[in-house]
């Protein structure tokens, strides 16, 4: 998913979590100051764990506390996570995959 779904995926999730206006949603302000305590991090985590398809712990998203730098990191990680795959499956393709 690319930056800009994720944050609009992720401003329309925390409008509607918090019962608030998409339009109040700033994407630049810290997640704790839109009202995200602990308990809302939690069920964000898992909620874009199954949006994206691979685990989002919540370190993750305390470490990236604006609507921004998550998503930036998020998109940037599952480009990585793309390429590994793809290498993977190269790799297998090839015959020079290591099982383990």
Do not use: C, F, N
Not at 32 to 54: I, Y
Not at 76 to 93: N, Q
């Amino acid at each position: 998913m690319t930056r800009d779904r994720l944050v609009e995926w992720l401003a329309d999730y925390i409008a509607e979590l918090l019962d608030i206006a998409v339009e109040e949603v700033g994407t630049e302000l810290p997640l704790t100051a839109l009202g995200v305590d602990s308990a809302t991090t939690l069920v964000l985590a898992a909620d874009l764990g199954t949006k994206l398809r691979r685990q989002v712990r919540p370190k993750e998203i305390l470490e990236h506390p604006t609507i921004e730098g998550l998503a930036e990191y998020l998109a940037s990680a599952g480009t990585e996570a793309d390429a590994l795959d793809a290498g993977t499956v190269d790799a297998v393709a090839a015959g020079t995959a290591e099982v383990r």
